[in-house]
């Protein structure tokens, strides 16, 4: 890096000026890195890197700039970087169809690394052929700011499978990526053995992780709190949904072994319906990354249910969606909320409607006020 140094030593150099602010830069976005991925393969040689920029940066001239110049104004090019993806924004806030599934929302993040992370977390949550269109368009306007697609600086939750959910950004734009990585160890507190109970152990790992990174997130969880939807931006109420989800995994591990089938369905109803209950608002589209997991997980009760029948059980499973007032018989202690699709239409199952024998189990929803404006 000779040559770098004798560029940033150039005084009154407009070019060494704007390369001394883009290093700034480039080094507070590698910091980000290696705190968030400290097991990377690359994270030594980041360490070393971030050490040469460091000695860089500390040559006499840019000393000379930091004492003679505000705080603020050395580390403005940062503040102006972070502006980078200000067409995206504009275009993602204005888009109709996008408020149409997601409501009417306000992006909250200023710095390029964090509003990336916000829209894509909300792609996740609208119906798949829309979001992977704003998938590539996302990359596109970002490309315009300089930006390039990266697989390097990725986030990974643990899971039963690989799966990109979205890049990171790399060039003018450092931002992380975001992964489902069968690699990263399952939480030790729902983790299970095999077949669909581990399964489930990766959805419940990954849910627990996507409450970290997610502050949009909301819980409507009976058993924590049956009055309304509750969020999750507060660590006190994480705890409760956490803890509560943890206990359904336990009563249903405990369920696997015993005789009765019939016992484990009960158990494996109330660990699906805690699942159910992670909700964004409005709830997640069907056909969106969000909804598709959560039916890829309700599919296994199938398995239990099958189970219970072979062994001489009558069993009805049934999950309750479409008009409201269709569906109410089979119902308890639903909610109503005034987003999201169409009056009087179910939004979520967080529970199925479940008969075991002549035993009936109730199910429950989220469902759109009557008389609201669509």
């Known amino acids: 890096m000779e040559n770098l140094s004798k560029l940033l030593e150039i005084d009154n150099s407009e070019l060494a000026r704007s390369v001394r602010f883009y290093l700034h830069g480039l080094r507070g976005g590698l910091e980000m890195a290696l705190s968030e991925l400290p097991a990377d393969p690359g994270a030594k040689f980041g360490e070393e890197l971030l050490k040469e920029l460091e000695e860089i940066l500390r040559s006499p001239t840019d000393k000379q700039i930091e004492n003679d110049s505000p705080w603020e104004d050395v580390f403005e090019p940062v503040i102006a970087n972070s502006s980078k993806l200000i067409r995206l924004k504009d275009v993602f806030e204005s888009d109709n169809e996008l408020r149409s599934s997601l409501g009417a929302f306000d992006l909250k993040s200023t710095a390029d690394a964090d509003l990336w992370k916000e829209i894509q977390l909300k792609l996740l949550r609208i119906p798949e052929t829309l979001a992977q269109s704003w998938r590539d368009r996302t990359l596109s306007l970002a490309k315009e700011a300089g930006a390039e697609s990266s697989k390097r600086s990725q986030i990974k939750l643990p899971f039963t499978r690989e799966e990109l959910l979205y890049?990171?950004?790399?060039?003018?734009?450092?931002?992380?990526?975001?992964?489902?990585?069968?690699?990263?160890?399952?939480?030790?507190?729902?983790?299970?053995?095999?077949?669909?109970?581990?399964?489930?152990?990766?959805?419940?790992?990954?849910?627990?992780?996507?409450?970290?990174?997610?502050?949009?997130?909301?819980?409507?969880?009976?058993?924590?709190?049956?009055?309304?939807?509750?969020?999750?931006?507060?660590?006190?109420?994480?705890?409760?949904?956490?803890?509560?989800?943890?206990?359904?995994f336990d009563r249903a591990k405990a369920a696997e072994e015993n005789t009765d089938p019939a016992v484990t369905l009960r158990a494996r109803i109330d660990l699906d319906e805690a699942i159910h209950s992670l909700v964004y608002l409005p709830p997640c589209d069907r056909d969106s990354w969000w909804g598709k997991l959560q039916q890829e997980s309700r599919r296994t009760l199938n398995q239990v249910a099958d189970k219970a029948r072979k062994a001489g059980h009558t069993v009805q499973i049934r999950p309750?969606?479409?008009?409201?007032?269709?569906?109410?018989?089979?119902?308890?202690?639903?909610?109503?909320?005034?987003?999201?699709?169409?009056?009087?239409?179910?939004?979520?199952?967080?529970?199925?409607?479940?008969?075991?024998n002549e035993e009936a189990l109730p199910g429950r929803v989220l469902f759109r006020s009557f008389n609201q404006p669509a």
């Open 167 to 248: 890049p990171g950004l790399s060039g003018t734009i450092q931002a992380s990526g975001l992964q489902l990585s069968a690699k990263t160890p399952l939480d030790p507190r729902v983790a299970s053995g095999d077949g669909d109970l581990n399964f489930l152990a990766g959805v419940g790992s990954t849910w627990i992780k996507f409450i970290e990174i997610d502050t949009d997130l909301h819980h409507a969880l009976k058993s924590v709190y049956r009055f309304g939807v509750k969020s999750l931006e507060s660590k006190d109420e994480q705890s409760k949904y956490i803890t509560a989800l943890i206990d359904c």
């Open 320 to 356: 309750l969606w479409g008009l409201y007032a269709d569906i109410r018989p089979w119902s308890k202690d639903d909610l109503e909320l005034d987003s999201g699709s169409k009056p009087g239409e179910v939004l979520a199952c967080l529970r199925v409607y479940a008969k075991i």
